[in-house]
């Protein structure tokens, strides 16, 4: 199995770069934001819960995301060549928690591709694509707190994954194209 952790600030391209990894190397994707969103689209009483969570650019709690996660990956991960998981270590629990979940499917996380974006680039994507979808969280505000709880809770993992040796930086800026390329080049170094 291949398991990839897509790692970046909130508007980093994490979405875009997975559909193309997905199509070249047949991994199966797990973004825990779409998971969350498709919540909230069928008001479904999870979906309650995270819409306070994610129209206030909070994260959802640990033990509530990692339950989710394990049920994603008991209904979806089975057989697959390897996943890749977008959007999902947020904190060190959950990164702890990815661990004990693969382990306990006898299998490990491979890589962390960290997409690295400086911030004013970053805000202006995100103010791009709530013009262009409609996302809600995409708004200056919510922007804002998402990047200060990017910074305070999630960027720490980029020193935890250097430490275990598997985090892979990547420059996110420039070419959609040209950006694929050095994950995949990368990627095909792993051994
Ligand atoms: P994303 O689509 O990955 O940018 O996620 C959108 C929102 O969903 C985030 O701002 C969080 O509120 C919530 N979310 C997604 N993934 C996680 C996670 N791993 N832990 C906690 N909250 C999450």
């Given at each position: 199995m291949l398991n990839l952790v897509l790692f970046g600030a909130p508007g980093s391209g994490k979405g875009t770069q997975s559909a193309?990894?997905?199509?070249?190397?047949?991994?199966?994707?797990?973004?825990?934001?779409?998971v969350l969103r498709d919540h909230i689209k069928r008001e479904t009483e999870l979906g309650k819960i995270?819409?306070?969570?994610?129209d206030n650019g909070q994260l959802i709690p640990d033990d509530l995301m990692i339950s989710i996660l394990d049920e994603?990956?008991?209904?979806?991960?089975?057989?697959?060549?390897?996943?890749?998981?977008?959007?999902?270590?947020?904190?060190?629990?959950?990164?702890?928690?990815?661990?004990e979940l693969l382990g306990k499917r006898g299998t490990d996380l491979h890589a962390v591709v960290g997409l690295e974006?400086?911030?004013?680039?970053?805000?202006?994507?995100?103010?791009?694509?709530?013009?262009?979808?409609g996302r809600a969280d995409d708004n200056i505000d919510t922007i804002k707190k998402r990047l200060d709880v990017y910074h305070n809770q999630t960027s720490p993992l980029r020193d935890y994954?250097?430490?275990?040796?598997?985090y892979m930086?990547?420059?996110g800026t420039g070419n959609v194209d040209d950006i694929f390329s050095a994950i995949s080049e990368g990627i095909d170094a792993l051994d």
């Open positions: 193309k990894l997905i199509d070249k190397y047949g991994l199966h994707h797990i973004s825990t934001g779409e995270a819409k306070s969570y994610i994603v990956l008991e209904k979806e991960a089975k057989g697959k060549k390897g996943v890749i998981f977008d959007g999902f270590p947020r904190t060190i629990p959950q990164a702890e928690a990815l661990k974006v400086p911030e004013e680039e970053l805000v202006e994507r995100m103010l791009n694509r709530g013009r262009e979808t994954y250097t430490a275990t040796g598997k930086p990547v420059n």
